[in-house]
T-cell receptor, first 113, second 115 residues
Framework: EAGVAQSPRYKIIEKRQSVAFWCNPI?????LYWYQQILGQGPKLLIQ????????DSQLPKDRFSAERLKGVDSTLKIQPAKLEDSAVYLC???????????FGDGTRLSIL | AQSVTQLGSHVSVSEGALVLLRCNYSSSVPPYLFWYVQYPNQGLQLLLKYTTGATLVKGINGFEAEFKKSETSFHLTKPSAHMSDAAEYFCAVSAGGTSYGKLTFGQGTILTVHP
């Protein structure tokens, strides 16, 4: 089966610009997660979707980050405006349902200049 | 709330030697515990998981881990290291029950394998 697809793989922007990341989960997976992984740290959950509804966004900086999962399949994560501290790898993961292990994509590496 | 502490940000072993990566957790409810591996420029791959039942769990690539409730530990071992094991390893905990979601990860341990 095809894995979790993410694009772009790399993105370089200047601070205060906006950026968007795209994730296509494994077919049929109802649960989708976005994680932020800062260099030297473990991934931190930003938001969890169940189909097209938000289950948990308690750690999403809502003043600058937004995410949506229209139609319960693909998802986009947006940062506007970006700050230097947003430099990180953004990982998308999906699972069949909430009580199944998560499968991760290869991530998008974001560098803020 | 859950938390994970991985002891040692870097571990170096010789090929053929025992691999031991340490993980201690804190959880207010019976935890689910996971080990993931991350190769450079790739996402995380699940090595093994503990949910309930047998406390010694076996995973892929010859790795295993033992859940010790009294020590709040979930250390990862492999009897004989291979060059291909060089990667970063993450221990993670979730709230358990019916949920694998909301994983809390440790800081990671980079494993280096010398020939």
């Amino acid at each position: 089966e095809a894995g979790v697809a993410q694009s772009p793989r790399y993105k370089i922007i200047e601070k205060r610009q906006s950026v968007a990341f795209w994730c296509n989960p494994i077919s049929g997976h109802a649960t989708l997660y976005w994680y932020q992984q800062i260099l030297g740290q473990g991934p931190k959950l930003l938001i969890q979707f169940q189909n097209n509804g938000v289950v948990d966004d308690s750690q999403l900086p809502k003043d600058r980050f937004s995410a949506e999962r229209l139609k319960g399949v693909d998802s986009t994560l947006k940062i506007q405006p970006a700050k230097l501290e947003d430099s990180a790898v953004y990982l998308c993961a999906s699972s069949l349902v909430d009580n199944q292990p998560q499968h991760f994509g290869d991530g998008t590496r974001l560098s803020i200049l | 709330a859950q938390s994970v502490t991985q002891l040692g940000s870097h571990v170096s072993v010789s090929e053929g030697a025992l691999v031991l990566l340490r993980c201690n957790y804190s959880s207010s409810v019976p935890p689910y515990l996971f080990w993931y591996v991350q190769y450079p420029n790739q996402g995380l791959q699940l090595l093994l998981k503990y949910t309930t039942g047998a406390t010694l769990v076996k995973g892929i690539n010859g790795f295993e881990a033992e859940f010790k409730k009294s020590e709040t530990s979930f250390h990862l071992t492999k009897p004989s290291a291979h060059m291909s094991d060089a990667a970063e390893y993450f221990c993670a905990v979730s709230a358990g029950g019916t949920s694998y979601g909301k994983l809390t990860f440790g800081q990671g341990t980079i494993l280096t394998v010398h020939p």
